[in-house]
């Protein structure tokens, strides 16, 4: 291999370095946000369960005020029951009575329907509030763990971005350019090996970055001449092991 694919390959090694830290760091950063999201949803159902207790309450109340109302209406119907100058009139109040005491019963049963479903509400809250804080203190420990481990790749990061630069000096510059461009459009994957199938000449050539077949070509051409040649399918440069060079 020639001393230019010598250099461009290794700069895809050292490529392949930087993409699997990049990896690991927004691994690390994705179980923060994870965790945080799942904090915010519990917050919302939190903050939903809490409107929905006071919209109980609200009505809870609403109808404990209805019933002392027609308590109170009840207790003037009773006096004036005791004065009452006929016996049409005394029946009539006694209805009045008899009918509001009906209507009471069926507030009674709604108004203790409300406050079971407040105490369910209440109940889920708890559920809520205790997830809650099982999950905050998940991502405290998260943060912890993840904060050293971040700063140690972050670390090696910045190491192999200076190695990258050192490696890329070495390549002329519209090489390198025709490297990064491939590379832009293959998550950093701009190089390929040609792979040899069958145990004697004649060879199949495959690409070893999308596995699509080769022209003998490619390999004949890497095996006397220091140039940039691209697979047919997928566009990586192609180049040959050094024990693959002489089948």
Known sequence: MGKLLEALQKLQTIENQLAE?????KSRSAAVESQQARIAALQADQEALHQTTLARQKQAAS??????????????????????????????????????????????????????????????????????????????????????????????????????????ADVPRDQLGVFNRVGSTREGDAMAKIEFHGKKPPYEYVCGGCYMSLTAEHANALRTRDELRFCDNCGRILYLEEEKQQP
């Open 21 to 25: 830290v990049r990896r690991r760091l």
């Open 63 to 168: 109808v404990e005020l209805e019933l002392k109302s027609r308590e109170t209406e009840v207790t003037k119907y009773r006096t004036a029951l005791n004065i009452a100058k006929s016996n049409k009139e005394y029946a009539t109040i006694l209805t009045h009575i008899n009918t509001i005491k009906a209507d009471n019963s069926k507030l009674e049963d709604e108004a203790l329907k409300v406050m079971q479903a407040v105490d369910a509400v209440k109940l889920q809250a708890q559920e809520i509030k205790a997830k809650l804080e099982q999950a905050q203190a998940n991502l405290e420990e998260i943060q912890r763990t993840s904060s050293a481990e971040i700063a140690r790749l972050q670390g090696i990061l910045d190491d192999l971005q200076a190695k990258r630069d050192q490696a890329a």
